[in-house]
């Protein structure tokens, strides 16, 4: 006969979030702030095909920290709902606020009931325009979701990142600013981290239905200098 | 609609039509009637840098159904599709296409080649002309950003794919536009040469087959005239198309209707 032995819910909640936030440590964070034109997501990773940040609609954006394989999965299922959605009704239909929603019950969910929590954070973009406001929503492992009023960072390191942006300048600022304070909220004081090593996406309107554009190494460098 | 996670088998991967239909989406296979609005003329002439496309306007049932239909539109920046034979299908096939391109790039990250764009039509219409009497037959064309060429590829009923190296036509006025362009089709025709060609091709089809919309100099309807090179899906503008067909027109009612022995 197996032993069963009494744990709290409390302890349990307390170990899972510990395994949780262990996992999502291992890997280097992201800021996404709205600049004075747009959205910018901007993210530590040396590789230049394994992405973290990803076009999800015409006006929304995706971005991921921790295990790549589960971030990536969410990533998809965001981009089949986006599309299925906008498929049955219209495009103009297609909400992030809804889309995040789902992301925090997926994840409540897998922290609750799944056999491990999801190592992952989440971030859903959207540009605004004369139906819906501008906005980011930041959804933690454990389902939490919250609503960044001007700028928000994931991964393990955030609280210190976020102090670090938050020194920048309180009005919104050209692309080249806000990507410059990004970067080196993300850097720190003791080193500075080469273009090349930084994914950097942005939503802006540039007069065609999808917003999103990804960044190249050259634009990057040219916004940097 | 909850979110739509699937376990690494079940995937249904970057195909929009896979993962559709695995959710109930896809079109149906139901057999429905057969007066929808259909009846068509398109042309698509391949050129030195790219390819031209000339699509009338006119959706025909019983009776004229809309003068001003776009048969003609950009699957995506590079790649145009055409469509004939059911208006509900072919408009249906040019949303899922749509649709499954943009929706490729953002689950992979590249683009589909443009054969891959081709090819994947294949199976949709397949399904939709073998189930139901509503058939729809696509003409896509497009610029090949891996070749550097413009390419055309024609579908038949059974959703087999050909690519054309000169020229393709659907729709109702086929034969007639397909006979001048058989005339006039050179293998080193430019940009104006291909577009002077597809719309006397189109002129000529409005002018025998009673379901295609020729010229309208009566409502300003002209048909519907676009280009896809290097730099991407371009329309016509409406005013250049209709003194191209003014200056046929002229020289039409010159030569009292016929074309005069020459293609002109």
Redesign the interface.
């Known amino acids: 006969m197996t032993n069963y032995f009494y744990v709290s819910p409390e302890q349990l909640i307390k170990d899972r979030a510990e395994f949780a936030q262990k996992g999502i440590a291992r890997g280097r964070s992201i800021v996404a702030a709205i600049y004075d034109n747009g959205v910018v997501l901007v993210a530590e990773n040396p590789s230049a095909?394994l992405?973290k940040i990803?076009?999800?609609y015409d006006r929304i954006a995706f971005a991921g920290v921790g295990k790549y394989n589960e971030f990536d999965?969410?990533r998809?299922?965001?981009?089949?709902?986006a599309?299925?959605?906008?498929?049955?009704y219209s495009r103009e239909d297609v909400d992030a606020r809804a889309l995040a929603n789902?992301?925090a019950?997926?994840l409540g969910d897998m922290f609750t009931e799944g056999q491990k929590p999801l190592e992952v954070e989440i971030l859903v973009a959207q540009l605004g325009n004369k139906l819906r406001p501008t906005k980011l929503y930041r959804v933690a492992y454990e389902g939490t979701i919250s609503d960044e009023p001007r700028f928000a960072v994931l991964g393990g390191d955030a609280e210190t990142i976020k102090d670090r942006f938050a020194l920048s300048e309180d009005s919104l600022q050209s692309l080249a600013t806000t990507l410059h304070n990004a970067s080196t909220a993300l850097s720190g004081p003791d080193r500075v981290i080469p273009p090349e090593e930084l994914e950097v996406g942005i939503l802006e309107d540039r007069g065609i239905r999808?917003t999103f554009l990804?960044l190249t190494d050259e634009q990057v460098k040219e916004l940097l200098s | 609609?909850?979110?739509?996670?699937?376990s690494a088998h079940g995937?249904p991967g970057p195909s929009?039509w896979h993962?559709?239909d695995s959710?109930g989406?896809a079109p149906s296979r139901g057999a429905l009637h057969e007066d929808a609005p259909h009846a068509t003329t398109v042309i698509a002439v391949r050129y030195d840098h790219g390819v031209v496309m000339v699509g009338d306007r006119q959706a025909t049932g019983n009776y004229i159904a809309s003068r001003d239909v776009r048969k003609i539109e950009p699957a995506d920046r590079f790649t145009a599709l055409a469509i004939s034979g059911s208006a509900a299908r072919g408009m249906e096939l040019l949303?899922i296409a749509q649709?499954s391109f943009?929706?490729y790039e953002?689950?992979t990250?590249s683009a589909l080649s443009l054969e891959g764009k081709a090819n994947y039509l294949s199976p949709i219409i397949q399904r939709n002309n073998l189930s139901s009497p509503l058939l729809v037959l696509p003409l896509l064309a497009g610029w090949d950003e891996s070749h550097l060429v413009g390419r055309i590829f024609e579908y038949d009923g059974a959703g087999g794919c050909y690519e054309r190296f000169d020229f393709a036509t659907i729709g109702s006025g086929s034969p007639f536009a397909e006979g001048a362009l058989r005339l006039g089709f050179r293998s080193d025709l430019d940009r104006e040469g291909a577009l002077e060609l597809g719309a006397l091709a189109l002129y000529e089809a409005g002018d025998n087959d009673p379901n295609t919309g020729g010229p309208d100099f009566v409502r300003n309807i002209f048909p519907m005239m676009i280009s896809v090179s290097a730099e991407g899906f371009q329309e016509i503008a409406a005013p250049e198309v209709g003194e191209r067909f003014r200056q046929i027109n002229e020289r039409r009612t010159e030569s009292r209707g016929v074309a005069g022995g020459t293609l002109r």
Request: a neutral charge; hydrophobic letters at 35%.
């Open positions: 095909s992405n990803s076009e999800v999965r969410l998809e299922a965001g981009i089949r709902w599309d299925s959605t906008g498929y049955t789902y992301y019950q997926h999808r990804r | 609609m909850g979110l739509p996670l699937f995937d929009f993962y559709a959710m989406l949303k649709l943009e929706h953002k689950m990250d």
